[in-house]
Protein backbone atom coordinates (compact mmCIF):
# COMPACT_ATOMS: atom_id res chain seq x y z
CA UNK A 1 0.00 0.00 0.00
CA UNK A 2 1.64 3.15 -1.05
CA UNK A 3 2.09 5.83 1.99
CA UNK A 4 -0.86 8.58 2.15
CA UNK A 5 0.64 12.27 1.78
CA UNK A 6 -0.31 15.39 3.67
CA UNK A 7 -1.91 18.02 1.99
CA UNK A 8 0.61 20.43 0.56
CA UNK A 9 1.16 23.54 2.58
CA UNK A 10 1.18 26.59 1.36
CA UNK A 11 4.79 28.61 1.61
CA UNK A 12 4.95 31.37 3.79
CA UNK A 13 6.56 34.83 2.29
CA UNK A 14 7.04 38.03 4.32
CA UNK A 15 6.24 41.71 3.40
CA UNK A 16 9.54 44.17 3.86
CA UNK A 17 7.92 45.19 7.35
CA UNK A 18 7.35 41.77 8.48
CA UNK A 19 10.95 40.94 6.94
CA UNK A 20 12.05 43.78 9.56
CA UNK A 21 9.97 42.97 12.44
CA UNK A 22 11.39 39.33 12.09
CA UNK A 23 15.25 40.86 12.19
CA UNK A 24 14.45 42.39 15.83
CA UNK A 25 13.15 38.48 17.19
CA UNK A 26 16.16 37.34 18.98
CA UNK A 27 14.75 35.16 21.81
CA UNK A 28 14.69 31.42 21.17
CA UNK A 29 11.41 30.89 22.69
CA UNK A 30 10.05 33.72 20.33
CA UNK A 31 11.45 32.09 17.73
CA UNK A 32 9.77 29.18 18.14
CA UNK A 33 6.04 30.57 19.16
CA UNK A 34 6.89 32.15 15.93
CA UNK A 35 7.60 28.82 14.07
CA UNK A 36 4.69 27.24 15.52
CA UNK A 37 2.05 29.91 14.47
CA UNK A 38 3.42 29.61 10.90
CA UNK A 39 3.28 26.18 10.25
CA UNK A 40 -0.82 26.15 11.61
CA UNK A 41 -0.89 29.15 9.15
CA UNK A 42 0.66 27.50 6.15
CA UNK A 43 -1.58 24.24 7.25
CA UNK A 44 -4.40 25.84 7.30
CA UNK A 45 -4.47 29.60 5.64
CA UNK A 46 -8.24 29.92 6.81
CA UNK A 47 -7.85 29.57 10.40
CA UNK A 48 -7.17 33.09 10.97
CA UNK A 49 -10.15 35.70 11.21
CA UNK A 50 -10.74 37.55 7.81
CA UNK A 51 -10.70 41.93 8.80
CA UNK A 52 -12.91 44.05 7.54
CA UNK A 53 -11.82 45.23 4.35
CA UNK A 54 -12.85 47.21 1.05
CA UNK A 55 -12.19 45.10 -2.45
CA UNK A 56 -9.45 47.29 -3.55
CA UNK A 57 -6.78 45.46 -1.97
CA UNK A 58 -6.45 41.50 -0.74
CA UNK A 59 -8.69 39.86 2.13
CA UNK A 60 -6.60 40.55 5.03
CA UNK A 61 -6.64 37.54 7.80
CA UNK A 62 -5.38 37.81 11.44
CA UNK A 63 -3.77 34.56 13.09
CA UNK A 64 -3.51 34.79 17.18
CA UNK A 65 -2.12 32.56 19.46
CA UNK A 66 -3.30 33.53 22.87
CA UNK A 67 -1.45 30.47 24.55
CA UNK A 68 2.20 31.70 22.71
CA UNK A 69 1.22 34.68 22.39
CA UNK A 70 1.81 35.24 18.37
CA UNK A 71 -0.32 37.68 16.08
CA UNK A 72 0.45 37.61 12.52
CA UNK A 73 -1.75 39.29 9.76
CA UNK A 74 -1.65 37.72 6.47
CA UNK A 75 -3.29 37.84 3.36
CA UNK A 76 -3.49 34.43 1.28
CA UNK A 77 -2.79 34.53 -2.68
CA UNK A 78 -5.44 33.43 -5.64
CA UNK A 79 -4.21 30.02 -5.96
CA UNK A 80 -3.98 29.59 -1.68
CA UNK A 81 -0.48 28.18 -2.58
CA UNK A 82 1.12 31.66 -0.48
CA UNK A 83 1.14 33.08 2.63
CA UNK A 84 2.11 36.48 2.72
CA UNK A 85 2.75 37.64 6.23
CA UNK A 86 2.00 42.06 6.80
CA UNK A 87 2.89 42.12 10.08
CA UNK A 88 4.32 39.85 13.31
CA UNK A 89 3.47 40.31 16.91
CA UNK A 90 5.21 38.21 19.11
Do not use: C
Amino acid sequence: MAPQHSPHRARIAFSDSAAKQLENITSEAEIHALDRALVVVSDDPDVGEALPADSAGPQLRQYTDDIEHVRLLYWVTALRSVVVVAYVEV
